[in-house]
Nanobody
Framework: QVQLVESGGALVQPGGSLRLSCAAS????????MAWYRQAPGNVRELVAR???????DYADSAKGRFTISRDNAKNTAYLQMNNLKPEDTAVYSC?????????WGQGTQVTVSS
């Protein structure tokens, strides 16, 4: 059974940093494209960042220059380093693993940016 478990979400002040982790089990992520999505209340889910199996990365405009996606295939884990957080970054962040027609999701972790 494939599981993606996110962790690292928290309440943080504007300007702060967080690192989210996505630990996978039941599948080796090395062949998968890994991504982070987020969904704020009343909004549609949006792509934040993706790292392809070969290492190339893509970012939403809102994440460029502040967020960094990475992966450690040996630990079967993907990460999202988020710096200079803003209130508009508040959302549930979910991890996604994609390979051809296989598409797996985690349950999400809450990130709240507020003073």
């Amino acid at each position: 059974q494939v599981q993606l478990v996110e962790s690292g979400g928290a309440l943080v002040q504007p300007g702060g940093s967080l690192r989210l982790s996505c630990a996978a089990s039941g599948v080796a992520i090395s062949s998968f494209d890994m991504a982070w999505y987020r969904q704020a209340p009343g909004n549609v889910r949006e792509l934040v960042a993706r790292i392809y199996s070969g290492g190339r990365t893509d970012y939403a405009d809102s994440a460029k220059g502040r967020f960094t996606i990475s992966r450690d295939n040996a630990k079967n884990t993907a990460y999202l380093q988020m710096n200079n957080l803003k209130p508009e970054d508040t959302a549930v962040y979910s991890c996604n693993a994609r390979l051809s027609v296989a598409n797996f999701w985690g349950q999400g972790t809450q990130v709240t940016v507020s003073s």
